[in-house]
């Protein structure tokens, strides 16, 4: 399978927003990654295929992810960017449907992710905050 792709990384200041977008569409979640240097890959955002979404604690309040389905298309729209989240964002996409987390409450993408149950990666977009 082709990989996925990313698009809309940059540069931008300390407080500045960017917007990702990813083309992925026919998932069960759809989770979007990061990894900075010398640390390890992160989940940050996740949506199911009902548009219900997860968010790490770390972007709650700052990062939004959306689908539109007719695009085929995730997107990440980042907000009060910070220097330490300066990294390589990664799109993912579990077509298998083992990402989603099971509870009575409703069903949800998991957050923190599981990399092993996301069988469809992009090649990553940089996205360098400077202070």
């Known amino acids: 399978q082709e990989p996925l792709v990313e698009s809309g990384g940059g540069s931008v200041q300390a407080g500045g927003s960017l917007k990702l977008a990813c083309d992925a569409y026919g998932f069960y979640c759809a989770t979007w990654f990061r990894q900075a240097p010398g640390k390890e890959r992160e989940g940050v955002a996740a949506?199911?295929?009902?548009?219900?979404?997860t968010y790490a604690d770390s972007v709650k309040g700052r990062f939004i992810i959306s689908k539109d389905s007719r695009a085929k298309k995730v997107y990440l729209e980042m907000n009060d960017l910070k220097p330490e989240e300066t990294a390589l964002y990664y799109c993912?996409?579990?077509?298998?449907?083992?990402?989603?987390?099971?509870?009575?409450?409703?069903?949800?993408?998991?957050?923190?992710?599981?990399?092993?149950?996301?069988?469809?990666w992009g090649r990553g977009t940089q996205v360098t905050v400077s202070s």
């Open positions: 949506v199911d295929s009902v548009g219900t979404i």
């Open positions: 993912a996409a579990d077509t298998v449907g083992v990402s989603v987390s099971i509870r009575p409450s409703g069903n949800s993408c998991r957050m923190p992710p599981r990399e092993r149950e996301y069988n469809r």
